[in-house]
């Protein structure tokens, strides 16, 4: 399981040099509050991801492993309730509540249903500029055991790619910005900003979710 919160764009940076890390378990967290993501099969049995830092603050983005309630997670930590991003555009302004370990999403609603966390707003002004750019890699062809894939994203885009055999129930919601899957989909709902079906057998399980921004599911050539 991945859940991830990303805004597309990059910044001239001196910090280009790229972080590598490996996750194992069968249901993985990774939560990321900017920057661009990217999702690939891999061939060994660990989710392998790949951060690029960006923005003059970058070096300020504190990088935390360890389980979380049902998972192993990698959480990248801002140190701001406001994170400029000022690729994403003029007017771009998303917020969301963010846990003091990091994490957001999940469906955890309080018991009075409210959202649980500090409320923490990405957009093109504020005095902390940072961003970490994902590629993430894990293994997509379980033959016993469907993979669960949960890509949560405050605001941005996000691309995966999976191989041709993939099955899944899926769900895609955004709040603005295409879907393009390229995969022949047996939809139950479907619209501009969503769609719910299924690809293949169905067997696994694949959720994206994106405040604002494109999702594409592409088709690894065999």
């Known amino acids: 399981m991945l859940a991830v919160s990303a805004l597309v764009g990059g910044f001239a940076s001196g910090l280009a040099a790229q972080e590598r890390h490996e ?13 661009q993501v990217t999702l690939e099969p891999g061939r060994g049995s660990a ?5 690029t830092r960006g923005g003059r603050d970058a070096r300020e983005l504190i990088v ?4 979380i309630r049902d998972r192993e997670t990698l959480r990248v930590i801002y140190p701001a309730d406001e994170i400029r991003y ?12 963010v846990r003091d370990d990091g994490t957001f999403g999940d469906s955890d609603v309080g018991r009075e249903g409210r959202w649980s966390g500090r409320r923490v707003r990405i957009w093109d002004r504020g ?3 940072a961003f970490a750019d994902l590629r993430i890699s894990v293994r997509c062809e379980l033959a016993s055991n469907p993979t669960s ?11 995966l790619t999976l191989p041709a055999s993939y099955g899944a129930t899926v769900e895609i919601e955004t709040g603005s910005g295409g879907i393009d899957v390229d995969f022949p989909v047996e939809a139950r709902r479907f ?12 067997r696994g399980t694949l959720r994206v979710d994106t405040g604002s921004g494109s999702v594409r599911i592409l088709k690894r050539a065999s």
């Not at 069968?26 to 920057?35: E, H, K, Q």
């Not at 894939?149 to 691309?159: E, P, R, W």
């Open 23 to 35: 996750i194992s378990g069968t249901r993985v967290g990774i939560y990321n509050l900017a920057g």
């Open 47 to 51: 989710v392998v991801v790949e951060m």
């Open 64 to 67: 935390e492993r360890g389980p």
């Open 86 to 97: 000022p690729t994403l555009g003029w007017r771009s302004d998303t917020e969301l509540p």
């Open 127 to 129: 005095d902390f500029e």
């Open 149 to 159: 894939l949960d890509v949560d994203t405050g605001s941005g885009s996000v691309t």
């Open 191 to 202: 619209g501009s900003d969503h769609l719910t079906g299924r690809i293949g057998d169905g």
